[in-house]
């Protein structure tokens, strides 16, 4: 057995298939090697570390450069495809997977946390804060997630996100002599004085926009979009047409990325890892780092597979071998909507998922499942919390599974976005919100590895909604003659002769044929 591997494994059309895998694992390897070399026996300014990075840059910039289009051409050639009954219980089921593995990995998280206690022998003032403490209101940040779903301008959707910051109200107090407040008593005047002095803080409410795709405003809208022209018929078959080119023409652009992509791997691991300045923040943090790891090590090695064997009744490990390069990709960048193209590239070509569901469900779930950031979120809290030696009750508890499972939602799928929800979830149980600083220096190694459970989550769920949609699917195939582009192309076809009946009007006295697509209203028609 063990020959058999080894003679595949060096076969030629194995390399020839994973070329870009076995690249991508080489790219790694050199990335590490040269980032400790640099940085052992290089001696570079801060400007020469810039440079030095800017081919891994180029890869960012290529593979975000792409996502709108992605997003937008997928989302609405998946759900047109659909019946809208049948893209209503897709989603349906898309969503109780994410919710239910996203509920999984808090509750995982936070047994771990509570076992293990790696915050109860240290001290918050023992380590080294780092950077500045996001200003995030939780209900500001509840009503800006549902105000973005619903953007005033789609063409700024596309470059900017909407956020509501709150600015003290300066109270003036003006007095006007000729008041009857003179002529009242003396006691009356201590009062409103004292009263005064009691009054709470005023805010306002101000309106700015922040730079970031709106992804959840565009899905919302290409959502709607895509359920109108299905529903259209013949009539919705040219922008099918164009938004199926447009997202094949991605792809294959996506394509050309992925040659390029080991080149820009290694030097954004090396740029990474000479940028580091304090590695002694490591080993006072260890068995937090440690802590998070292993719980997201066992939401991706056990609960996810679980989840997929139990329902799929298939090998999750060889389904997770499928998506190897979109992991590596994600593990690399710490961006699961800049890993959304390779992630497409492995669902539908190395696990042949129907394009009907990673079209619908990917995009979605790049955007809304987050199962790594809320076990993160979890964890950080609650060693937060043994850091300043807070007991937490039940009641917290609950309150922070509740608001790391909320807050995970919220979180943009960008790097380190992570820490700003981390203040809503720091702020539900009464902690200070500047102590997210205290784990800001190891965030962007975490980030990378919760990046990476986000995507295989994603992964897992398009298998799952697959074999639940089993029977659907296959009914739509036989219904549209597996016309997956316009499955309401035999519906118009069979209704032409009842169409041309429909189409006769009575018009002065007789009936007439319409023979124009128009609905027309002559004058013996208008009221």
């Known amino acids: 057995m063990a020959k058999a591997i080894k003679k595949e494994l060096l076969c030629p059309s194995f390399v020839r298939k994973n070329w ?16 400790v070399l640099v940085r052992e026996y290089g001696s570079l300014s801060n400007l020469d570390k810039v440079y030095f990075a800017f081919p891994g840059e180029l890869l960012m910039r290529m593979l975000k450069l792409i996502i709108l289009p992605l997003i937008i051409s997928s989302m609405i050639t998946g759900v047109a495809a659909l019946d809208s009954n049948i ?3 897709i989603g349906l089921r898309a969503i109780v997977y994410y919710f239910c593995t996203t509920v999984i990995a808090v509750i995982l998280g936070i047994i771990l946390v509570v076992t293990i206690k790696p915050g109860v022998t240290q001290r918050a003032s023992e380590i080294d804060r780092m950077g500045s403490t996001p200003e995030v209101n939780t209900v500001d940040a509840l009503l800006d997630l549902m105000r973005n779903m619903f953007p005033e301008n789609l063409v700024q959707a596309c470059f900017q996100q909407y956020k509501t910051k709150r600015e003290k109200v300066k109270t003036t107090t003006t007095v006007d002599k000729n008041s009857s407040i003179f002529r009242e008593e003396p006691t009356a005047t201590a009062t409103t004085a004292k009263a005064s002095e009691n009054k709470t803080q005023e805010y306002k409410i101000v309106g700015m926009y922040s730079n970031g795709i709106n992804a959840l405003g565009l899905i919302v809208f290409c959502l709607v979009f895509g359920v109108v022209i299905g529903k259209m018929g013949e ?7 164009f938004f199926n080119a447009l997202n094949e023409a991605t792809m294959r652009i996506v394509q050309i990325i992925m040659w390029y992509m080991p080149i820009g791997i290694v030097f954004l691991i090396a740029g990474k890892i000479i940028e580091v300045e304090d590695w002694e923040i490591f080993r006072k943090l260890g068995l937090y780092m440690a802590t998070v790891i292993s719980g997201l090590a066992i939401h991706s090695s056990i609960v996810l597979p679980l989840i997929y064997l139990i329902i799929v009744r298939k090998n999750p490990f060889r389904f997770a071998m499928g998506m190897a390069q979109a992991l590596l990709t994600a593990l690399m960048i710490s961006s699961s909507s ?23 469900v990917l995009p979605v779930g790049a955007t809304i499942n987050m199962d790594g950031t809320a076990l993160y979120e979890a964890v950080a809290a609650i060693f937060i919390a043994q850091l300043n030696d807070l007991e937490l009750d039940i009641g917290q508890i609950v309150t922070i599974s509740v608001t790391a499972t909320a807050a995970s939602i919220g979180a943009a799928g960008v790097p380190q976005a992570g820490l700003v929800t981390m203040v809503i979830v720091l702020s539900a149980i009464g902690l200070p919100a500047e102590d997210v600083t205290l784990i800001i220096a190891v965030d962007w190694l975490l980030d990378r590895f919760r990046t990476m459970v986000n995507v295989l989550g994603d992964a897992f769920g ?11 699917l296959e009914q739509m195939d036989v219904t549209s003659e597996v016309n997956i582009v316009n499955p309401f192309a035999l519906e118009t076809g ?17 009936f007439a044929i319409d023979k124009s697509d128009t609905i027309s209203f002559t004058q013996t028609s208008q009221f």
């Open 20 to 35: 870009l895998l076995l690249s991508t694992v080489a790219a790694v390897l050199a990335g590490i090697g040269i980032g």
């Open 87 to 89: 893209s209503g219980k």
């Open 235 to 241: 009539k919705g078959q040219v922008l099918m047409d």
């Open 338 to 360: 800049a890993t959304l193209p390779v992630t497409f590239r492995c669902a539908e070509e190395k696990n042949l998922i129907d394009k009907r569901i990673t079209r619908f």
């Open 494 to 510: 069979i209704l032409d002769n009842d169409e041309t009946q429909a189409k006769k009007s009575y018009i002065n006295g007789g």
């Open 462 to 472: 398009t298998g799952v909604v697959e074999k639940l949609s089993k029977k659907e």
